[in-house]
């Protein structure tokens, strides 16, 4: 069956390319990801959407006939998985944790069976594109297509003839948490909530969902069931004797619990279609109902699919590329799909959303409220691309953080859904805020923001985001303490953050901040081991810690020091003070020795964040620049490809997408606030990114590359603006005023 599906996908992809004109939209392939836990799904959503539809194939069949291939599951679908039991409607894009994939709809033909361990499917004929997915459910002989707008999504199902079931399941999906409630509204309209929440475990992180679901037909029966355990035994001596669905077809009122749904029967003419509609807010059921009947009414399936589209393919029109193969552009497409799946809106289409860590409702006007920020993620490759391509929405994205401060009392780290998690280390809020700012973006309340930044880096007790501040702020490094111990992993980020608080600093007039900031940005180096030459942890005095490992440890197992990966992972990751980890190391041969053993000795990872950005690091080593040419290019062939394991691990709410667009497109951000890009080969032969004028006043950037052969990866000359160039740097304000870059590339070094 895995190579029969295979053969399909091949099949659309090819069929798709024959298809392919100008239209950016048409080069996405959603089924990148999908695999090698990239975590990404194919289902229907639009830009930023509140809600997408996913085909869910992530519970394994009860007989093991069609269990996972994958053992872990932070999404909810993945590529060569077979066992499909419906189409989920919240849901995250490469996330490293299990969340949200709920408010699920199956359709089903033949006798109803609501057993979620029985009533599954495998898939045949897979398509999709932006803002639409199908396949046939072959159990059932069902073709099934879905689409979505903004908060809404809807689904179209050809039913062959005879018994027909529409079944909405609540009781099944991702999410840690669990309970619902469900009220019949009409015959064919049900509403109702589902709790969501402790994402990555944190208890405190909850929240409702609510929606309203309308099927697009009449003469339906309906009812609800309830999963239970029966109990047999004398009195005190119960004990489980089997587990079963309880119907409730008479009762049509409400009904809670913990695995709930609903069903809709009917009897089908042979093709005929249904349409399923499900409106979501976390708000409330009322706005649920607005938002779907805004989105909707008046509008056909056909429509509605051509409307999503069209949205995205104005979003993707910002860069144009030529050059390169059809394969380079549906990585480089598909990467910029995915930079914009998250954050995702939260308001709904009367403005109100859920205030942050509090049960208020608040509105806003005129401007998007944002949510999902994976920030430890996201400030180095995702924040400072949207600050580029698409300006508007990343000051609307900073205004959210900055209102979740004023509602909380504290910038976000990762939030979700108007709830802190605590995921990962570091203060990243601080990064993107001064990043932002530095980049010309500056409409936004400046001076909250700062007082926010200011109190994450001063507050000792009690501090919601820093919880080593006391030490840290009087020694300037965190000491390990136990053998589940980030501690160096910790520090680092910290370091970055004060690192962006004193460029912030600096912009506001507050000489005394930016010299405190500054001096503990440099605390990295007490971490620094000259023996190994690389950064190991600390005991509380600052001896070193004994037994120190470098090769030790891999991803999700425990690490002296260090978060998902080893000391070679993370000494690098200074990328505010390179000169001077240089320095360290012994000079510029040595720190090129080291770290080019990274990539000689397989040391690098490049499915997680805290090396990312080695492969540019070269550049700070003059004469070295022709090393990152080769390592980026590198990168983008291993790790990188037009398949559904074309993604290297997590795609972390775009951050590794947006890696290989900066890298496909040869620049790249080391460190976010410092406002210099450092330069690589492109692989295309002509990249145009077209401005915000309104914001950038210059109309667009083109990059160029004069090459031979497609394995023309070394640069000989660099132009600017048409004058010689003779740095491998160039400022974000530079960039945008000149405007033109053009590469002339050879197939050997330039030594």
């Known amino acids: 069956m895995i190579m029969n599906k295979f053969i399909s996908f091949l099949f659309v992809v090819l069929s798709a390319a024959v298809l392919r004109a100008q239209a950016p939209a048409t080069y996405v392939n959603p089924f990148i990801g999908t695999t090698n836990y990239g975590a990404t799904y194919p289902g229907a959503v639009v830009p930023h959407g509140m809600v997408s539809v996913v085909p869910f194939n992530v519970t394994p069949h009860k007989g093991n006939e069609y269990s996972n291939t994958d053992s872990w599951c932070s999404n909810p679908y993945v590529y060569n998985n077979e066992w499909m039991t419906g189409f989920t409607h919240v849901n995250l894009s490469g996330v490293g944790c299990p969340e949200l994939g709920s408010i699920v709809v199956m359709p089903t033909s033949g006798e109803l069976n609501v057993d979620v361990d029985q009533y599954g499917t495998t898939l045949s004929d897979e398509k999709a594109y932006p803002g639409f997915y199908s396949a046939k459910l072959n159990r059932y002989n069902i073709d099934a297509e879905v689409t979505a707008t903004m908060r809404s999504g809807i689904s179209r199902f050809t039913f062959p003839e005879g018994k027909a079931n529409i079944l909405v399941d609540l009781g099944h999906g991702l999410t840690n948490e669990s309970g619902a409630h469900i009220k019949r509204v009409s015959e064919n309209e049900i509403e109702g909530y589902k709790l969501m929440g402790t994402f990555c475990y944190n208890p405190q992180a909850v929240m409702p969902v609510y929606f309203v679901v309308r099927i697009k037909r009449d003469a339906l029966q309906s009812g609800y069931w309830k999963f239970q355990q029966r109990l047999a035994g004398a009195r005190h001596n119960w004990s489980a004797t089997s587990d079963t669905y309880k119907l409730y077809t008479k009762y049509n009122k409400e009904l809670s619990g913990e695995k709930i749904g609903a069903y809709f029967s009917f009897d089908a003419e042979a093709g005929e279609q249904v349409e399923v509609q499900v409106g979501v807010s976390y708000v409330s059921i009322e ?171 001063n507050t000792t007790d009690g501090n919601f985001i820093r919880h080593d501040n006391a030490f840290y702020l009087e020694n300037h490094y965190i000491p390990f303490l136990k053998d589940y111990d ?266």
């Open 287 to 457: 706005n649920a109902r607005e938002n779907l009947d805004a989105e909707q009414t008046n509008l056909s399936f056909e429509q509605i699919k051509e409307q999503a589209f069209n949205t995205w393919n104005d979003a993707l029109k910002v860069i144009e590329v030529e050059g390169g193969s059809d394969d380079d552009k549906t990585m480089f497409y598909t990467a910029l799909y995915h930079l914009l799946l998250h954050p995702n809106v939260l308001q709904d289409v009367n403005g109100q959303y859920p205030a942050m860590e509090s049960d208020a409702i608040l509105s806003v006007d005129n401007q998007n409220r944002y949510t999902v920020f994976s920030l430890w993620d996201t400030y180095r490759t995702v924040h400072p691309l949207i600050s580029l391509l698409y300006p508007n929405k990343q000051l609307d994205m900073v205004r959210s953080m900055v209102d979740m401060y004023k509602e909380s009392g504290w910038l976000p780290k990762w939030e979700i859904y108007s709830r802190e998690s605590h995921v990962m280390e570091g203060d990243p809020a601080l990064i993107v805020i001064a990043d932002t700012y530095r980049r010309g973006l500056t409409d936004f309340d400046v001076e909250t923001a700062y007082e926010a930044m200011l109190k994450h880096a």
């Open 486 to 751: 980030n501690s160096v992993s910790q520090a680092l980020e910290l370091y970055v953050a004060d690192y962006n608080l004193a460029l912030m600093a600096n912009e506001m007039g507050d000489k005394a901040t930016y010299k405190k900031a500054y001096q503990r940005s440099m605390g990295y180096k007490k971490y620094f081991d000259k023996d190994h030459k690389l950064l190991r942890p600390l005991e509380k005095d600052g001896s070193f810690m004994e037994g120190f490992d470098p090769l030790q440890g891999e991803n999700f197992k425990p690490v002296h020091g260090f978060h998902e990966g080893t000391s070679w992972q993370y000494s690098f990751a200074v990328p505010h003070d390179i000169k001077g980890l240089t320095r360290l190391m012994g000079g510029k041969h040595k720190f090129v020795h080291q770290l080019n053993k990274c990539f000689r000795d397989s040391l690098f990872d490049m499915s997680n964040e805290p090396d990312m950005g080695y492969p540019y690091l070269f550049n700070y080593a003059d004469g070295e620049e022709w090393r990152t040419q080769k390592q980026v290019h590198d990168c983008i062939r291993r790790y990188y490809k037009n398949a559904p394991d074309g993604l290297p691990g997590n795609d972390d709410t775009g951050t590794l997408s947006a890696w290989l667009i900066y890298s496909m497109m040869g620049i790249y951000p080391v460190c976010p606030g410092d406002m210099n890009y450092t330069l690589s080969s492109p692989v295309f032969d002509k990249v145009t990114i077209h401005l915000n004028k309104d914001v950038y006043q210059q109309d667009k950037i083109v990059i160029e590359a004069d090459r031979k052969s497609p394995n023309d990866i070394y640069i000989k000359d660099i132009e600017v603006n048409n004058r010689p160039y003779n740095r491998y740097f160039i400022t974000h304000q530079d960039l945008i005023k000149l405007g033109h870059i053009k590469y002339k590339l050879g197939a050997t070094p330039k030594l």
